[in-house]
């Protein structure tokens, strides 16, 4: 492959002081190789078809994240990406539990919204699946009694941002 289409041709200027750390939503649905995804010319998802219906996750504030490890393998000339998404969930009950099993089975995909607005969509092309789950019950007075999850996936491309209008047709109200 010729290096002529690796070449940086752009550099990052330093933000304003208005980025927001954190995220705000959480959208979870079942992982289908027929969806498709279409972009605009900067690889941001404006249209989505043939989705399953995504379910909305509401957390604790400051308890869910998204990170995405960049993993280079100089030496075979590729590239590939982690992602990872946790998050926390309050007051440990059944119907909770339940979906917790239903979670650790299924491959899912993931849109995150974070703090400054921006939906990013993880598990676009295998999916994402549940990594680590804990259920506790907590010991002492401001211990955490419920769940943490974390999904991963791995990917030969970055997460990709997604509009929400995007995918707000395929989101389902139901929730526990």
Do not use: C, H
């Given at each position: 492959m010729s290096q002529a289409n690796c070449l940086l041709d752009t550099g990052i200027a330093r933000v304003c002081k208005s980025n927001a750390p954190g995220n705000v939503e959480i959208?979870?649905?079942?992982?289908?190789?027929?969806?498709?995804?279409?972009?605009?010319?900067?690889?941001?998802?404006?249209?989505?078809?043939?989705?399953?219906?995504?379910?909305?996750?509401?957390?604790?504030?400051?308890?869910?994240?998204?990170?995405?490890?960049?993993?280079?393998?100089?030496?075979?000339?590729?590239?590939?990406?982690?992602?990872?998404?946790?998050m926390v969930f309050n007051k440990r009950d059944v119907a909770k539990r339940n979906l917790m099993l239903l979670l650790a089975k299924a491959t899912t995909v993931i849109i995150i919204k974070d703090s400054n607005g921006l939906y990013t969509l993880v598990g676009k092309e295998v999916g994402c699946d549940l990594s680590t789950g804990l259920n506790q019950s907590g010991v002492a007075t401001g211990d955490r009694n419920g769940y943490e999850f974390e999904f991963t996936t791995e990917s030969a491309s970055p997460a990709a941002f997604i509009e929400f209008d995007a995918f707000s047709s395929f989101i389902d109200d139901t929730q526990i």
């Open positions: 959208y979870i649905g079942n992982f289908s190789g027929a969806t498709s995804y279409t972009t605009d010319a900067d690889n941001l998802i404006t249209g989505v078809t043939s989705m399953t219906p995504v379910y909305k996750f509401e957390f604790p504030r400051n308890t869910a994240g998204f990170v995405e490890n960049i993993q280079s393998t100089p030496v075979n000339d590729e590239i590939s990406y982690q992602q990872v998404v946790s």
